[in-house]
């Protein structure tokens, strides 16, 4: 293995690997890879033949290139599509067959697996590689009537409603990813809320990429049925490598009549080194539908990892005065690139968005932001606004703003802005004059830049997300 | 779907070239009977589909090779000015009578460049491959105009599903200056496509105001791009009123070479019946110090469409740049569609660029104040949708000028006010 045992380094620090000893699909992406994570997950006939229909649409699909930053072509064929722990081949019935290696793995990451630690009061399901480790919570959980699961146990117990939700959003052929994604997901969550109940804790979600030459690809079903509300945090690390790791997952979501889903996401995959080796390429579609009347969907992201970040967390306003909203930071610094933003189609009346996307770019990366919003010609009254604003620091990186707007009646209204440019020098002059370094006041007025959307995140996880904006930057200013 | 594709023997039918302008010529038609015209598929294009336009439209494209009849021509009594008439493209007849013969020289157009640019946008190589007609215009060094000079462009009544391709050429020279004004005048009761390629070129601190207006409605299809080089110290200011047109589509390239240039573009356009209008700018700032300024106005009503796709383009040495774009845009009935994408691609840090873009209905308040003090509903949304556009307008400085052009816009209006 190539692995470089790197966890010293406190630039990364979830940069370690775990000796564990993996099972792996034979290498290569074919028929019999996906009978393989088929038969291996005990997965009845209609979702293998789910997932041939997608690898059959995989083949005449292209992958696109019209996104900015452009990467070296990756070998399809030169990919492990299933990883997992040995020792989890028969699964642990409770937290005490894991493997303590898995337990430790997941305590250096700082997730609280164990139950006894109560007071974070958080949920957790943890992918590690290609499978669910554990679900914490399940009973207090299963009390109020909600699923929350690994997706390949909601497919052998609750396989009508994965048939019925499964690839309504982001249908198998949408585009090369996804289309991939759909042919050979190995895990992910999946979570049910029923009908009128307030899901009493924050769900989460921690993946992690562990080996070598494996991708990861994951994929996430959320339904929240009328009148509910659910909060999902998803949080990803891995170890450092000096070859390039793919992470192609798709994430679903769905909201009746009524019902809430707020959906954070901080993603801190490995960003590759100070020269650009390494690092993941995170190409991620992830799209939510307000189905109901009433329903809403509110994307939060915090990106500051991967060697490049590619997606679009959008909205499809469907029900009437549905409500569809994205924050998002982008962060990118050496040779990071960040192609992202979202897209929001309104189709039912009445309905309305927000965009709020704050971009940082610093060292030799580029930043993109890159939005549809699409108001159609039913979709009377309705709303957006959209405000993208971006920092450059340093005069080698990028900063680009790509909006599409389109408006078809005239009973909506559009508002968009973007604006870009450095730090003051001024702020920064106040803050050192009354004694923060350089640093220090780099990281406040920053936080400070990002205040719109940090404040979106769970309490939890703002704090965590304000250190990692300023840990991202380090050694970017001065 | 037809196809427009155009045979390569026509080229000699245009006139006699050396080999290597004859190479220039079918290349880029080649590319053309490739491609045909632009769909949505590509980017550039992505809100015009130019393909799906023509073949609803036109039955069959003609080139025009035999000359028209002379028209007769309404000359702007309302300020004086030098002017230059071009009937279908062609140079015809010029008069600089307030000016000195020996700062200026004007010639019919003769394109000596077939480098290869590679070109990829379909529009272009049609030009290239077909343009026969166009005038070069140069302002010598250190001449300022004393009178406003018209450019009559007149479209004759014969036209009838042909397309002309004209390619003109603008250079200002150093510490020059041209006021001019783009009078377009279409007695053709036809559809035509008119596919137009410019070439700008300001000198050191020389100025360029440029107007552009259409003096009546038109069943013409335009497309022009329009390629300007600004040098150290330049100034370009444009003000486009295009409303008239089927469709209009004005591609402008700009690009700040040279330390502390400036540009600044403005528009405003009233758009009616299944007419389709895109502005389209890609402004480049490749020195430090350079300021743009964009402002993009459109209302629309019926079913027609607007499209506005802006990109500032900030290259990493070009520190200190200010640049801005604008895009309002009223929809006045629900069969209207307005598109835009403002873009920025930044490379630099110590600069300001923003943009800002809104789209939607009349303000329900300020309709409803008016409406209070006694007027209709149909007079306060005239006198609210004037405000709006004439705010481009009242930014020209020369007050006969002004208030020609608020005339004409004015008409524009009221012919869509009478209908109700």
């Not at chain 1, 690139?337 to 927000?354: F, R, V, Y």
């Amino acid at each position: 293995m190539k692995n470089q045992e790197l966890d010293q380094n406190k630039e990364y620090k979830y940069g370690f690997t775990t000796d564990i000893e993996n099972v792996k699909a034979p290498k290569g992406l074919s028929e019999e890879t996906i009978k393989f994570i088929s038969k291996i997950k005990k997965e009845p006939k209609w979702m293998l033949d789910w997932r041939l229909k997608a690898y059959n649409r995989l083949k005449v699909s292209k992958e696109p290139n019209w996104q900015k930053p452009k990467y070296p072509k990756i070998d399809y064929q030169d990919l492990y599509y299933y990883s997992a722990p040995k020792s989890m081949k028969d699964k642990p019935k409770s937290l005490d067959e894991v493997d303590p290696k898995l337990i430790e793995t997941y305590n250096k990451l700082g997730i609280p697996l164990n139950e006894q630690k109560k007071l974070s009061g958080v949920a957790v399901d943890a992918v590690f590689d290609s499978v669910s480790v554990a679900t914490t919570f399940k009973g207090e959980l299963t009390k109020k009537g909600i699923i929350f699961c690994p997706i390949s146990e909601a497919i052998q117990k609750h396989p009508d409603l994965v048939k019925k939700y499964l690839g309504s959003v982001i249908p198998i052929s949408d585009h090369y990813f996804a289309t991939l994604n759909s042919a050979v997901f190995t895990d992910g969550s999946f979570v049910y809320i029923p009908p009128n109940t307030r899901c009493p804790m924050e769900l989460s979600t921690y993946f992690r990429i562990n080996a070598a030459e494996t991708g990861q690809f994951e994929r996430t079903l959320i339904i929240a049925d009328k009148g509910s509300y659910v909060s999902y945090l998803e949080g990803c690390t891995a170890p450092m490598r000096d070859e390039n790791q793919l992470h192609a997952a798709n994430v679903e979501l769905i909201a009746l009549d009524d019902a809430e889903i707020k959906y954070s996401t901080v993603q801190n995959w490995y960003p590759g080194d100070k020269d650009g080796v390494g690092g993941i390429y995170n190409f991620v579609t992830k799209r939510g539908a307000c189905r109901g009347k009433n329903s809403k969907i509110s994307w939060t992201q915090v990106e500051t990892g991967s060697a490049i970040t590619w997606k679009y967390p959008s909205c499809i306003l469907q029900g009437d005065n549905s409500v569809g909203e994205f924050y998002s930071i982008a962060i990118t610094n050496n040779h990071q690139k960040a192609d992202t933003g979202t897209k929001m189609i309104h189709l039912g009346k009445n309905t309305k968005s927000k965009i709020i996307s704050k971009g940082i770019s610093a060292g030799k990366a580029d930043n993109t932001y890159r939005g549809l919003v699409d108001i159609g010609r039913k979709a009377l009254n309705s709303r957006n606004y959209t405000q993208c604003d971006s920092l450059l620091m340093g005069n080698k990186c990028g900063a680009h703003t790509v909006p599409y707007i389109k408006n078809k009646n005239s009973s909506s209204t559009i508002e968009h802005e973007a604006t870009t440019s450095k730090i003051n020098e001024d702020q920064l002059f106040y803050c050192n004059q009354r004694g923060l370094n350089q640093e220090e006041a780099v990281s406040l007025i920053v936080n400070g830049f990002c205040k719109d959307v940090l404040q979106q995140l769970p309490m939890e996880f703002a704090v965590e997300a304000q250190k990692l904006v300023g840990i991202s930057l380090e050694g970017s200013v001065g | 779907m037809l196809n427009f594709k155009i045979d390569t023997n026509k080229i000699d039918k245009i006139g006699k070239f050396t080999k290597e302008e004859k190479d220039f010529r079918i290349k880029n038609l080649n590319y053309f009977n490739d491609i045909g015209f632009p769909n949505k598929r590509n980017e550039d294009w992505k809100f015009s589909d130019l393909k799906e336009i023509v073949s609803k439209n036109f039955n069959k494209l003609n080139l025009k090779f035999e000359k028209s009849e002379k028209p007769k021509i309404d000359f702007i009594k309302d300020f004086e000015h030098n002017y230059i008439v071009i009937i279908n493209g062609e140079l015809v007849s010029s008069d600089f009578k307030y000016e000195e013969k020996n700062k200026i020289e004007l010639q019919t157009f003769i394109n000596d460049d077939y480098s290869d640019k590679n070109e990829k946008n379909p529009m272009i190589n049609l030009n290239h491959a077909l343009s026969d007609k166009g005038y070069f215009l140069e302002v010598k060094e250190n001449y300022k105009f004393k009178k406003i000079l018209v450019i009559y462009y007149l479209f004759t009544g014969d036209l009838d599903e042909n397309i002309l391709n004209s390619k003109n050429k603008i250079k200002i020279g150093k510490n020059s200056e041209l006021h001019c004004l783009e009078f377009v005048v279409n007695d053709s009761k036809r559809n035509f496509f008119n596919n137009v390629y410019e070439d700008i070129i300001l000198d050191d601190s020389a100025i360029l105001k440029n107007i552009c207006l259409q003096n009546s409605k038109s069943l013409g299809y335009f497309h022009k791009y329009s390629k300007n080089k600004l040098s150290s110290q330049s100034n370009l200011t444009s003000f486009i009123f295009p409303t008239g047109l089927k469709f209009y589509k004005l591609d402008l390239e700009i690009n700040l070479e040279g330390e502390r240039s400036e540009c600044n573009l403005q528009s405003a356009s009233f758009l009616n019946n299944n007419e389709h209008q895109e502005v389209k700018t890609r402004v480049n700032h490749l020195f430090p110090n350079c300021k743009s300024y964009q402002k993009v106005k459109n209302v629309l009503t019926a079913d027609s469409k607007g499209v506005y796709q802006g990109k500032i383009f900030v290259k990493d040495v070009a520190q200190k740049t200010d640049a801005y774009q604008l895009s309002k845009a009223i929809l006045l009935s629900d069969g209207s569609e307005f598109d835009s994408k403002p873009e920025l691609e930044i490379y630099a840090d110590d600069v300001k660029c923003s943009h800002g873009s809104t789209s939607g209905s009349l303000d329900k308040d300020s309709v409803y104040y008016l409406m209070t003090r006694g007027l209709s509903k149909k007079e306060s949304t005239k006198l609210l949708v004037n405000g709006f556009l004439n705010e481009v307008a009242d930014s020209i400085k020369s007050e006969s000028i002004k208030n020609f052009i608020k005339i004409k816009l004015d008409n524009q209006l009221l012919d869509e006010y009478k209908k109700h």
